[in-house]
């Protein structure tokens, strides 16, 4: 029951994203393109949305689901690490058709090709796990 509100919040996520056209190949690709700001508007909203919670959550300390205050970790990070990291991300966006979020949005659509996208983020993911005191950061 404690999950179920997990549930509901990931099923209106989906259909905003596939009313928004958000999931559609062709919007991206008109994206990247340049010939439509659909998306640009829609990340645009998403980013500043973002950062307008962000702020929220800093100055109302604000807690996790544990009860515990978020802390915000705001030491200076070198570029090459998200020059890296936002160029993996890329690939996978590139080669999969999708960024993370619409993944699960676009399986629950039909696409079933998608399991295969998402196997490979999770595997990803673990490898990361793995690998991550290993690495700079």
Not at 7 to 22: D, N
Not at 31 to 37: N, T
Not at 84 to 98: D, M, N, P, Y
Request: charged share 15%; proline share 2%; glycine share 12%.
């Amino acid at each position: 029951m404690k999950l179920l509100k997990y549930l509901l919040i990931g099923v209106l996520f989906g259909i905003v994203m596939t009313k928004s056209e958000a999931i559609s190949w062709y919007r991206m690709q008109e994206m990247f393109r340049f010939q439509s700001i659909h998306m640009y508007g829609i990340i645009g909203s998403a980013l500043a949305i973002g950062v307008l919670m962000i702020q929220w959550m800093k100055r109302s300390q604000f807690r996790n689901v544990e009860g515990d205050v978020v802390v915000f970790n705001d030491k200076k990070r070198s570029i090459a690490r998200y020059l890296f990291g936002g160029t993996i991300f890329g690939l996978g966006w590139a080669l999969s058709g999708a960024c993370p979020g619409p993944m699960f949005t676009l399986l629950g659509n039909g696409f079933s090709v998608f399991i295969v996208v998402i196997f490979s983020a999770v595997v990803g993911t673990l490898v990361y796990g793995m690998l991550r005191n290993v690495l700079p950061h």
